[in-house]
C-alpha cells in the first residue's frame, strides 16, 4: 500500500493550498481517508475525516470551516483544501487510510483506527 501526498509548500497567511493524496496497493472505497498533520515540538492531531460508508465529512475544531476533505474514488485521492490559512496550520500535512466510527452523529465525535499512513507534505505559513 502507498499512499503519497503532494501540494505542499509556502502559502500566505489568508491564502490557500490544496493538498492531495494519491492511494495505491488498496481497495480506496473499502476506506475511510483522513488527514493528519504534525508542527515541529507538538504531537501528531487529525484535522479531517471522510467516511467511507455514508460521504460524511468531520473536523477538528482548529480548522473547521476552513478546511474541506474530498475524495475521488476514480482517481483513488483525498484532497484537502485549505482556505483562509493562518500561522498554526504550519506542519507536515500526512494523510491516512482507516476506519472511521460516528460515535455520536449530534455532537460529531468519531474514532479512528488508522491502517496506513504516507510520509507527508510540509506546508510553510508566511504571515
Known amino acids: 500500500v502507498q499512499l503519497v501526498e503532494s501540494g505542499g509548500g509556502l502559502v500566505q497567511t489568508g491564502g490557500s493550498l490544496r493538498l492531495s493524496c494519491a492511494a495505491s496497493g488498496l481497495t480506496f472505497d473499502e476506506y475511510a481517508m483522513a488527514w493528519y498533520r504534525q508542527a515541529p515540538g507538538k504531537k501528531r492531531e487529525g484535522v479531517a475525516w471522510i467516511s467511507n460508508s455514508d460521504g460524511s465529512t468531520h473536523y477538528s475544531n482548529s480548522v473547521k470551516g476552513r478546511f474541506t476533505i474530498s475524495t475521488d474514488s476514480a482517481k483513488n485521492t483525498v484532497f484537502l483544501q485549505m482556505d483562509n490559512v493562518i500561522p498554526a496550520d504550519a506542519a507536515v500535512y500526512y494523510c491516512?487510510?482507516?476506519?472511521?466510527?460516528?460515535?455520536?452523529?449530534?455532537?460529531?465525535?468519531?474514532?479512528?483506527?488508522?491502517?496506513?499512513w504516507g510520509r507527508g507534505t510540509q506546508v510553510f505559513v508566511s504571515s
Open positions: 491516512a487510510a482507516g476506519n472511521l466510527k460516528i460515535l455520536d452523529r449530534t455532537s460529531g465525535h468519531i474514532s479512528y483506527d488508522d491502517k496506513f
